[in-house]
């Protein structure tokens, strides 16, 4: 697997310590409160799952899952909800944790078919931030790092369902692409 890969764009080190930085903000910031994390599976696992152990706070956990990519590295555009939630969020503080924010059409629909169901408020949270991407209108309120317009793997991000596994983030070689 890790002969696929082209170059490390982030590292092991480089993601855990940015990954405790966000846990300590996130914790600072709803002090005294008890927010839901929700990942958006599958691509957020990892990340998610490091994150809720850097927050120091009674929150609780819960996932969605989302179709907007098919099998390839463009978005389709559409979305669909694959998995909805088990919570109640109503009055809830909810942090959506994503793994990369990219053209943001996934969020943005996201943001508000949750917003429907009155949470308290929403805080999005990215991994990976692709600004130079960006259809929809929307913002992270915390990222872990602005990465430039290449395709991404690894930390949780695949590429055909393959590579989530890789514990850092990198860049597949081109030859990859055309097997
Ligand atoms: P968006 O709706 O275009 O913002 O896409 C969001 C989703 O597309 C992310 O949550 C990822 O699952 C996937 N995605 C976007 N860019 C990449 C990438 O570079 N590598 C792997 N998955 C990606
Ligand atoms: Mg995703």
Redesign the pocket.
């Known amino acids: 697997m890790k002969d696929d890969i082209l170059r490390v764009l982030l590292s092991q080190e480089q993601i855990d310590q940015r990954v405790h930085e966000l846990g300590a903000e996130l914790t600072e910031k709803f002090k005294g409160e008890e927010p839901l994390f929700i990942g958006?599976l599958k691509?957020?696992f990892v990340f998610m799952a490091d994150l809720v152990r850097c927050v120091d706070l009674k929150s609780s956990v819960d996932f969605m899952a989302v179709s907007?990519?098919g099998c390839g590295?463009k978005?389709s555009g559409a979305?669909k909800i694959m998995k909805d939630l088990n919570e109640d969020i109503a009055g809830r503080h909810v942090v959506i944790v994503?793994?990369?924010?990219?053209?943001?059409?996934?969020?943005n629909y996201l943001c508000g078919y949750l917003q429907n169901r009155k949470p308290a408020d929403i805080t999005l949270v990215t991994l990976l931030d692709?600004p130079a991407?960006r259809?929809?209108p929307i913002t992270a309120d915390f990222a872990g790092f602005e990465v430039p317009d290449?395709?991404?793997?690894g930390y949780g991000?695949?590429?055909a369902e393959k590579y989530r596994n890789l514990p850092y983030v990198g860049i597949l070689k081109p030859e990859v692409y055309s097997n």
Do not use: P
């Not at 290449?150 to 793997?153: A, G, K, L």
């Open positions: 958006i691509g957020s907007s990519y590295t978005s979305v994503e793994d990369i924010l990219d053209s943001g059409v996934t969020l692709k991407r259809k929809a290449e395709f991404v793997v991000m695949d590429y």
